[in-house]
């Protein structure tokens, strides 16, 4: 075990910033070495859209179905034991069957979408999912408003992100990403509060573009950022995304991508670093600057790597505050 | 077979009023024993209600699966070889589970709600339901505006009609009932349309009250039935409903439930009456009237007693418009 974690874990508090899949891996691993209750998780809603009448948050439910042990570990989304009875039922009408609903994760979003029409929050009803599956930490939606993520093609098209993302498979080349649906959104104040109160924002390794700058793109965020230790994992390993179009919006925004690439895209946030230790070689030639840089595995297969990530991170927090 | 149905069948074109199981099973006999496309049937949406966010037409769903050949004749209601995968886990949730969504069901909620959401008609929508299970008989809701039916209760409470029926399972006492949620309300284009181009008029064995009152009450409809032969099939046998509360709601309004009752209630209308045979013995008393009453096996267990009854309700209305 990493000497600064065992005692920063004690007392650390984290708020970290996360998309879905591989964002929610590294949650995990904060779940379960911090206190209980001392993680709060701000997550991009900027994916959420209405589907068959139900508000759907592929990223919220990809958080709170992996901190409640029931993600799909195999797939990468959606619930394990899963069962296909409507979406197979679905077809049979000629309806849309790109986004698979299994049933399990239907009946979730059913329960949303009914909360929600009660007139609840996001964030309430998301509350509301944490306590009947036990969950201990925090998981905040960005903001409770409708605030897509759209992508413009390079034919200049403008897409709603689940059409470019999953109906036409993140196929179309990008030109430009619309945040917030280009208003000017606020962060919720749960989201501001949490980000007040921690000891320690972690940028977790999700997609910089479409994942992580909607949540900073809300009005508050960058301000309650000041002077705190930010520390960004990377999800970009030896030029690829484990998962998602992260490497190749990269590309068609003209960035060779990369660890490095990440580090500059959050540059004037970061205190620290971490990328994979496969990247270590191309490391050297960074160009220097205030930011630690450290590598790890960061490939999260198990909980014993989500766990041991998740410590790194904390380690290298404690690291920077110490130094202040 | 019956004589005047044999000729009759040929060229007869039908309109049924109906509610949801009873009624539904007199339109499939119909269905199968008149030219294709010479049934038009109009369905009662008093009892439509919103759940999960999704609209949910219990009457026009009894009808669809049954026409369709996909109603679960077992339990009365929904659709055969039902999964539960949903329901199950919105249970998990404390979600309310009262109304039973069975995971093929809900498919066609969802893609109800998704084609209502893209601004289709209720109407529309229910002939894409028909068009994809090649029903050729046309079903149409009664109108396509929300129009509940309301129940007062004897402690002055109202009640929305699902309330009431599913979640209080029909155990209130009924002071009064509200149509078309006290409004004036006319009845779709269609449905004025398909009352005009009918040779009969058919009020099937369905709950008077709460199933063939609102269609009723629509503005146009009263209109359009002048001077057509209406043959009604009485739901109460034996002072009881073989399916919901009629019975009760005759008792709770203080009257008498029996097929006198029901005839006495459509009296007005009506120029033919088919009643069970169980009640033969009672209808000696009837006082007499104009309207021609005949008793019939009007239980229908199987397709052969929906044809037969379909057929003795043609060759009724054969011999009225032949007397004519």
């Given at each position: 075990m990493?000497p600064?974690?065992?005692?920063a874990?004690?007392?650390?508090?984290?708020?970290?910033?996360?998309?879905?899949v591989?964002?929610?891996?590294l949650?995990?691993?904060l779940d379960?070495v911090?206190?209980?209750?001392?993680?709060?998780a701000?997550?991009n809603t900027?994916?959420?859209?209405?589907h068959?009448?139900?508000h759907?948050?592929?990223?919220?439910d990809?958080?709170?179905?992996?901190?409640?042990?029931l993600?799909d570990?195999?797939?990468?989304?959606?619930?394990?034991?899963?069962?296909?009875?409507?979406?197979?039922e679905?077809r049979?009408?000629g309806a849309p069957d790109?986004?698979a609903?299994?049933?399990?994760d239907?009946?979730?979003?059913?329960?949303?979408?009914?909360?929600?029409s009660?007139?609840k929050?996001?964030?309430?009803v998301t509350?509301?999912?944490?306590?009947?599956?036990?969950?201990?930490?925090?998981?905040?939606?960005?903001?409770?408003?409708?605030a897509?993520?759209?992508?413009?093609?390079k034919?200049?098209?403008?897409l709603?992100?689940?059409?470019y993302?999953v109906r036409?498979?993140?196929q179309?080349?990008?030109?430009?990403?619309?945040?917030?649906?280009?208003?000017?959104?606020?962060?919720?104040?749960?989201v501001i509060?949490a980000m007040l109160e921690?000891d320690?924002?972690?940028?977790?390794?999700?997609n910089?573009?479409?994942?992580?700058?909607?949540?900073?793109?809300l009005?508050?965020v960058?301000?309650s950022?000041?002077?705190?230790?930010?520390v960004a994992?990377?999800?970009?390993?030896q030029?690829?995304?484990?998962?998602g179009?992260?490497?190749k919006?990269?590309a068609?925004?003209?960035?060779?991508?990369?660890s490095?690439?990440?580090?500059?895209?959050?540059?004037?946030l970061?205190d620290?670093?971490?990328f994979d230790?496969l990247?270590?070689p191309?490391a050297?030639?960074?160009q220097s600057?205030?930011?630690?840089n450290?590598?790890?595995?960061?490939?999260m297969?198990?909980?014993?790597d989500k766990?041991a990530l998740?410590?790194?991170v904390?380690?290298l927090?404690?690291?920077?505050?110490?130094g202040r």
């Open positions: 990493i600064e974690f065992m005692e874990s004690k007392y650390l508090k984290v708020t970290a910033l996360a998309g879905g591989g964002g929610a891996k949650l995990v691993g379960k911090l206190q209980p209750g001392h993680l709060s701000v997550v900027g994916d959420d859209f209405s068959f009448g139900l759907i948050s592929p990223d919220l990809s958080v709170c179905y992996a901190l409640a042990g993600a570990s195999v797939h990468g989304w959606g619930r394990k034991d899963e069962s296909w009875q409507v979406l197979e679905i049979r009408f790109w986004f609903l299994g049933d399990r239907l009946a979730w979003h059913l329960e949303r979408q009914r909360l929600l009660e007139g929050t996001l964030t309430e509350a509301h999912f944490c306590e009947v599956f036990g969950i201990q930490s925090r998981v905040l939606p960005m903001c409770d408003e409708p897509p993520t759209l992508i413009k093609t034919e200049g098209e403008w709603a992100f689940q059409d993302f036409l498979k993140c179309p080349e990008i030109a430009d990403i619309a945040l917030l649906g280009n208003r000017e959104i606020a962060a919720s104040d749960l509060e921690a320690l924002i972690v940028l977790a390794p999700s910089p573009w479409v994942s992580i700058d909607p949540i900073l793109a009005r508050g960058r301000n950022l000041q002077g705190k230790p930010v994992v990377s999800p970009i390993i030029g690829s995304a484990l998962k179009p992260a490497a919006m990269f068609d925004l003209g960035i060779h991508p990369s490095e690439a990440v580090r500059q895209h959050y540059e004037e970061l620290g670093f971490i230790d990247d270590l191309d050297e030639n960074w600057s205030a930011i630690i450290q590598s790890f595995q960061t490939i297969k198990n909980d014993e766990i998740a410590e790194a904390i380690s927090g404690a690291r920077i505050l110490q």
